[in-house]
């Protein structure tokens, strides 16, 4: 896995100034909890795959600031007493999460960080910036991993990537389902299968195509796959590729396939396909690339394509169309008292107090479709509210209830166990497989229910009263 060292600095200014100031009122060792989680799930989808957990841990254990950052924030005029504390800080709070992998839904708290005020305000913008651009490139991995069926995904984003980020969109998108990366660096950081063809250019250097494959072909008999489309895919690309791959078969080699980079895919991928089996070459695999997305691959799946890999890039590492998961770090309890957030907007005020949410398991062992939120400590909920319409309920007592919520970090301290990226990519397979299909199509699915037991929701509305008079 991926170890970062980020400095203290890799933050918002406010995030400092307000730790100032509480160092300066003397509130430096006053307590506070908040909770990470999101409103509105993207791509107008059903679900959201939690990713980033472990990026975040390790930051927490290593987070400090160094020489440099308290000579630069000197220069923003920091009080001196307060730089001399920067200088030993550290994270020493706890944290609780749902598992990576965890298949989430909005208003339900995801994470929850304790500690003093400090620490806990200090990382919310590093927590935000991992956890909120990782789970948005896993959820959207995911839903194509949805419509590929046996086809396998590879992820070939990191030149549309934004900056450094497609390092994280590599580790996600395997989350979420892809199986190998064009990303040498990611590759190597989190031991995957590294995937790539050829360019273009490379034919273009050559004076003809046949020549370009047959060189490609020495220098790399056991991982062989041509670019067919520069010149012409059937008239030229595939019986070029179909002569150097017999080529290859004499020599001992074979070839592994093609990819195909434009046109029509469907019926490209079907002819080229024929032409392989015709001539006895059943296992060149093909491959396709070209501005791919969930609604693309299950378009050339609908008309039968025969493409045994999908090569995606920008649609998968930025998120498109939906640029960010709306992730947010609200304040729940502060010296020991809950808090809340009030909006004109109900749906936005926030719920107070230390919090544990329930998922609902049915007979069958699958998803039931709700969550329930409820003060740590309470007893099993029978019933569940909904959290912003009056009078609307759901009875839980008949269902097994799944606590998501479990301690990862004591006093600064990782405590649950390192998991290996293809095991926290199981973990979502195998969590998404118990989410009923209804709430994973595309089109219009069905809401999962959110609820609050009826403990919380009164604490929520008695303060939410008391700051209303």
């Given at each position: 896995?991926?170890?970062?060292?980020?400095?203290?600095?890799?933050?918002?200014?406010?995030?400092?100034?307000?730790?100032?100031?509480?160092?300066?009122?003397?509130?430096?060792?006053?307590?506070?909890?908040?909770?990470?989680?999101?409103?509105?799930?993207?791509?107008?989808?059903?679900?959201?795959?939690?990713?980033?957990?472990?990026?975040?841990?390790?930051?927490?254990?290593?987070?400090?600031?160094?020489?440099?950052?308290?000579?630069?924030?000197?220069?923003?005029?920091?009080?001196?007493?307060?730089?001399?504390?920067?200088?030993?800080?550290?994270?020493?709070?706890?944290?609780?999460?749902?598992?990576?992998?965890?298949?989430?839904?909005?208003?339900?708290?995801?994470?929850?960080?304790?500690?003093?005020?400090?620490?806990?305000?200090?990382?919310?913008?590093?927590?935000?910036?991992?956890?909120?651009?990782?789970?948005?490139?896993?959820?959207?991995?995911?839903?194509?991993?949805?419509?590929?069926?046996?086809?396998?995904?590879?992820?070939?984003?990191?030149?549309?990537?934004?900056?450094?980020?497609?390092?994280?969109?590599?580790?996600?998108?395997?989350?979420?389902?892809?199986?190998?990366?064009?990303?040498?660096?990611?590759?190597?950081?989190?031991?995957?299968?590294?995937?790539?063809?050829?360019?273009?250019?490379?034919?273009?250097?050559?004076?003809?195509?046949?020549?370009?494959?047959?060189?490609?072909?020495?220098?790399?008999?056991?991982?062989?796959?041509?670019?067919?489309?520069?010149?012409?895919?059937?008239?030229?690309?595939?019986?070029?590729?179909?002569?150097?791959?017999?080529?290859?078969?004499?020599?001992?080699?074979?070839?592994?396939?093609?990819?195909?980079?434009?046109?029509?895919?469907?019926?490209?991928?079907?002819?080229?396909?024929?032409?392989?089996?015709?001539?006895?070459?059943?296992?060149?695999?093909?491959?396709?690339?070209?501005?791919l997305d969930e609604f693309v691959i299950k378009s050339l799946q609908d008309q039968?394509?025969?493409?045994?890999?999908?090569?995606?890039?920008?649609?998968?590492?930025?998120?498109?169309?939906?640029?960010?998961?709306?992730?947010?770090?609200?304040?729940?309890?502060?010296?020991?008292?809950?808090?809340?957030?009030?909006?004109?907007?109900?749906?936005?005020?926030?719920?107070?107090?230390?919090?544990?949410?329930?998922?609902?398991?049915?007979?069958?062992?699958?998803?039931?479709?709700?969550?329930?939120?409820?003060?740590?400590?309470?007893?099993?909920?029978?019933?569940?509210?909904?959290?912003?319409?009056?009078?609307?309920?759901?009875?839980?007592?008949?269902?097994?209830?799944?606590?998501?919520?479990?301690?990862?970090?004591?006093?600064?301290?990782?405590?649950?166990?390192?998991?290996?990226?293809?095991?926290?990519?199981?973990?979502?397979?195998?969590?998404?497989?118990?989410?009923?299909?209804?709430?994973?199509?595309?089109?219009?699915?069905?809401?999962?229910?959110?609820?609050?037991?009826?403990?919380?929701?009164?604490?929520?509305?008695?303060?939410?009263?008391?700051?209303?008079?």
């Open positions: 896995m991926l170890s970062f060292a980020i400095s203290g600095t890799y933050t918002d200014l406010y995030e400092i100034t307000m730790a100032e100031t509480y160092f300066l009122e003397g509130r430096k060792d006053d307590t506070a909890c908040f909770d990470y989680f999101f409103r509105k799930i993207p791509y107008k989808g059903g679900y959201v795959v939690f990713a980033g957990l472990q990026d975040v841990l390790n930051i927490l254990s290593d987070l400090h600031f160094t020489d440099e950052d308290i000579a630069f924030l000197k220069g923003l005029k920091f009080n001196t007493s307060f730089l001399e504390y920067l200088k030993h800080f550290r994270f020493r709070g706890n944290v609780y999460a749902c598992q990576e992998g965890e298949i989430v839904f909005p208003n339900a708290p995801v994470l929850r960080v304790e500690g003093t005020i400090i620490e806990a305000q200090m990382v919310e913008t590093l927590l935000l910036n991992i956890l909120n651009f990782e789970s948005l490139i896993a959820t959207k991995a995911s839903r194509m991993k949805l419509v590929a069926g046996n086809s396998l995904l590879s992820d070939f984003g990191l030149r549309r990537a934004q900056g450094m980020g497609g390092i994280l969109a590599t580790k996600a998108a395997v989350i979420g389902g892809f199986d190998s990366t064009s990303n040498v660096y990611g590759a190597r950081l989190y031991d995957l299968p590294a995937a790539g063809t050829m360019a273009h250019s490379f034919i273009e250097s050559y004076d003809n195509e046949l020549d370009a494959f047959r060189a490609f072909a020495r220098c790399r008999p056991d991982d062989c796959i041509f670019l067919a489309d520069t010149y012409d895919t059937l008239k030229s690309g595939v019986p070029n590729a179909i002569i150097v791959a017999k080529e290859m078969e004499k020599a001992g080699h074979r070839a592994k396939g093609i990819r195909l980079d434009s046109g029509d895919l469907a019926y490209l991928s079907k002819a080229a396909r024929k032409m392989f089996d015709e001539a006895g070459l059943p296992y060149m695999k093909i491959a396709a690339s070209n501005q039968g394509a025969v493409i045994d890999i999908f090569g995606v890039g920008t649609r998968l590492v930025t998120g498109q169309p939906d640029a960010a998961l709306d992730g947010v770090y609200k304040l729940s309890m502060a010296s020991g008292k809950p808090r809340l957030k009030l909006s004109e907007t109900f749906e936005k005020t926030t719920l107070p107090g230390i919090k544990q949410v329930s998922r609902m398991i049915d007979e069958n062992g699958l998803f039931f479709g709700a969550d329930a939120i409820a003060l740590k400590g309470e007893q099993k909920t029978t019933i569940m509210y909904h959290p912003f319409e009056p009078g609307k309920s759901l009875p839980i007592e008949t269902f097994v209830h799944q606590p998501l919520l479990r301690q990862v970090m004591q006093q600064g301290k990782i405590i649950a166990t390192q998991l290996s990226l293809k095991e926290i990519a199981n973990y979502a397979r195998e969590r998404l497989s118990l989410l009923p299909q209804e709430f994973k199509r595309f089109e219009n699915p069905h809401v999962y229910k959110v609820g609050l037991s009826k403990k919380l929701l009164e604490l929520r509305d008695d303060i939410r009263t008391h700051y209303k008079k």
